[in-house]
């Protein structure tokens, strides 16, 4: 089982940047691929972005597309999501996810197995 724990949420304008991140525990953290979800209020939680497990590999919902950016530090044990040019429909709680297989790219057909408990992004237009 593996421990997540968001943290950078925070208020922002429109235009503005945050960069969230999730620390992981519990299991190699080198060796599965990582998630970034969000909920909006009265919304289904929608898929953001994903890397694999080497970081070599990275999926983004159509939305946030040349906006925001995963990457990972596995020395760190750390996914970040950099999210630039946000918008008011970007406000969400953010959360990540881990792979529950090993060595998976992060896509489509993932089955998450851990997730962290979120962090509040919200965007004032």
């Known amino acids: 089982q593996v421990q997540l724990l968001e943290s950078g949420g925070g208020l922002v304008q429109a235009g503005g940047s945050l960069r969230l991140s999730c620390a992981a525990s519990?299991?190699?953290?080198?060796?599965?691929?990582m998630g970034w979800f969000r909920q909006a209020p009265g919304k289904e939680r929608e898929f953001v972005a994903s890397i694999g497990w080497h970081g070599v590999t990275t999926y983004y919902a159509d939305s946030v597309k040349g906006r925001f950016t995963i990457s990972r530090d596995n020395a760190k044990n750390t996914v970040y999501l950099q999210m630039n040019s946000l918008k008011p429909e970007d406000t969400a709680v953010y959360y990540c996810?881990?792979?529950?297989?090993?060595?998976?790219?992060?896509?489509?057909?993932?089955?998450?197995?851990?997730w962290g408990q979120g962090t509040q992004v919200t965007v004032s237009s």
């Open positions: 519990g299991r190699t953290f080198s060796r599965y691929a």
């Open positions: 996810a881990a792979d529950q297989a090993n060595y998976g790219l992060g896509y489509q057909g993932t089955l998450w197995g851990s």
